[in-house]
């Protein structure tokens, strides 16, 4: 797609914010790297401008003892399966009032609680907002059945879904999770954010090669362009890296999740995580903005 | 793609009309040029030098032959003074076999770069490189970069040219850009490497090993001290010179790695990698190739660097050991490179040191056993010594001891 017409054409469309046809959506799939990084960008421009996001988060496990959470969290996130109603509950008790946002869970799981029934998935939505929570950490797309209906019901428990993930894909089915969320509803900031990289480790068997960065970048880089009903477009720093998740900062990524709430610090001030992040989201020349678990910029 | 800068807007035309960048000019591009344009116009410039689509690589191996050196950068994580515990000298014998499993996988070449030890005379390297050259005749010996070079020209206090026409006799192939740094003495002084050779004693190693022959390689290490527009001299440096003599084959550049180093620091990002490297395939226009870094920058930056300018992914190493010391693991495989540059739209080509191809991926012939660690010089713990060592006289008293009769 160096093709200039053609550039033109699908840049046109996507400033006036308009449907891409099955064509265009096939160009921009085979497009080169750099014209697609070029259109991401620009969109990604349009819809927040020069700021990139991170979060400071403090994972909790549902079934810790003592819980210590650490003074510079933004988020306070409790993780793994819970084993009952009440597990949750009280996991979600135990570390919230301290006035920072708490989430938790993976969709999937809670709607396992459940055991499926629609009602028992809405109380217990409803028992974890007044626990404290405020968003359902992740809708891991791979692995929940009716994601749009199990959003709106969480919408409607008054909580929010943190972000959307993909567990594993491979090849072309990498391209089809991101057509698939794109063609979702979701009622007005149901769902904040779009991770759209695998999270599951690539390569770990012979038979799955692992992504490349052409693979990464250009998948963040279609997400932005192809998934107009999600602000945000993320990516994870502990989870990919500080090179890969800067430079899909430049590929329509515009917010960074995973910083780690504790700063290693043995290397001197400049070293810590939150430094890291803001150093390297203003080398990709985009001002660092941090927020916390609700989406909200943190002045503090 | 046009930008909010008429300026940056005028250049990206210059480069597009095949105009060579002044100083002042590169600067501006590296530093005000969106990052898309400066990979765009790389891209163009490498598209337009190699307009076949492959992307080289070449199977060595990256051996030490010691660790120990006088030079004492403080950038440097890998050294080990005179008289350390852990410092070593690999034997001769250590080397051929690093050289029979080199072979083994398809390789043809020893990248061979060490530290300054004094206690390693001319002769032990002139005997080395005989000892190989008749074990392996063909096998390549890609070997001691100029700070080396000028560390041997002291140490036998002869001049430069002499020890390269002694190496050249003895086996010697090509020559490293290792220990460029950045080539300007105000930052080589902070780096504590301006002794060990300054920028003029450097570029002077390459033109006279350029005169008798040689071909060799140029690299930058960037992300210590240095200011962009020191970047930029040491980019005009290495276009100059190249200008004058022809000899170099590749530009590599990498960001300093600052773990467990005396310097420390943050490490560039991957961001700045992929802007210098863009930055460099402009402003090198008589430099016909440029590797990625995946050994500094990870497999994915590594190969995005495709998209900024490189045309080839470097070496397969086998072994690494400097790079590692500062605290970066990576490794790729044959099969893995392979697949990274088809991944990325490219044809994989096999090549030497002179940048000739060699032909298809050896993966492609037959079943290499997958490498999924790089390989060290010696096991940890290994505190022996090289029976050879005591044909040698040593200049400092830890090697006399070390090579007393028993």
Known sequence: MSDDASLAELRETL???GGLEEAQ??????????????????????RHGQQATFVRVAEVAVDASAVETPGRAREIRVTGVPASVDAAETAVRAVAGQGVPVTGFALHDLMGLANGHAAEFARLLRVLGDAGLVAVSELTVDRTVDPESAVAVVADAGLAVSRLTIQDARGDSRLEWVRTVAGWSFPPKAVRAFAPLPRAESGATPESEPATGYDDVRQVALSRLLVDNIDSIQVDWALHGPKLAQVALTFGADDIDGV???????????????????????????????????FESVTR | MSTSSPAVDAL?????????????????????????????????????????????????RNVNYTNICVAQCNFCAFYRPVGAADG?????????????????????????????????????YEDLF????????????????????????????????????????????????????????????????????????????????????????????????????????????????????GGFTAFISWSFQPSHTERGGAEATGVEYLRTLALARLVLDNVDNLQASWVTQGGKVGQLGLSFGANDMGSVMIEENVVRAAGAAFCMDELEIVRNIENAGFIPRRRNMHYELLGDPIVWERDVPRMTALAEARAVGDASVPEELVRYRARTPTGKRQRAPR
């Open chain 2, 88 to 124: 070593y000298v690999l034997g001769f014998d250590e080397l051929f076999r690093k050289i029979d499993d080199t072979i083994a996988v398809g390789g043809e070449q020893l990248l061979l770069q060490g530290g300054h030890n004094p206690d390693l005379p001319l002769e032990w």
């Open chain 1, 260 to 294: 780690p709430a504790v700063d290693t610090d043995e290397l001197g001030p400049r070293r810590t995580s939150v430094e890291d992040v803001r150093r390297n989201i203003r080398a990709a020349s985009f001002t660092p903005v941090e927020r916390d678990g609700g």
């Open chain 2, 130 to 245: 005989r000892a190989i050259k008749a074990r392996y005749p063909a096998f390549r010996l890609h070997a001691l970069s100029p700070p080396e070079v000028i560390h041997l020209s002291r140490l036998a206090q002869v001049e430069v040219p002499v020890v390269i026409e002694r190496l050249m006799a003895a086996g010697l192939d090509s020559i490293p850009g290792g220990g460029a740094e950045v080539l300007v003495d105000r930052v080589r002084r902070e780096l504590n490497c301006l002794s060990k050779a300054t920028a003029d004693e450097w570029l002077d190693v390459m033109r006279h090993a350029h005169r008798a022959g040689l071909r060799t390689t140029v690299t930058m290490m960037y992300g210590t001290v240095e200011r962009p527009d020191e970047r930029i001299e040491h980019l005009m440096r290495v276009r100059e010179l190249q200008d004058e003599t």
């Open chain 2, 12 to 60: 990206a035309r210059k480069v597009r009309d095949g105009g060579r960048l002044s100083r002042s000019e590169a600067l501006t591009l590296y530093t005000e040029a969106p990052t898309h344009l400066l990979g765009r116009l790389a891209d163009e410039v490498r598209a337009a030098r190699h307009p076949s689509g492959v992307v080289t690589y070449i199977i060595d």
């Open chain 1, 25 to 46: 959506v096939r160009l921009l799939a085979s497009a080169d790297l750099l014209s697609l990084g070029v259109l991401a960008d620009e969109a990604r421009r349009r």
């Open chain 1, 15 to 17: 400033a006036a914010d």
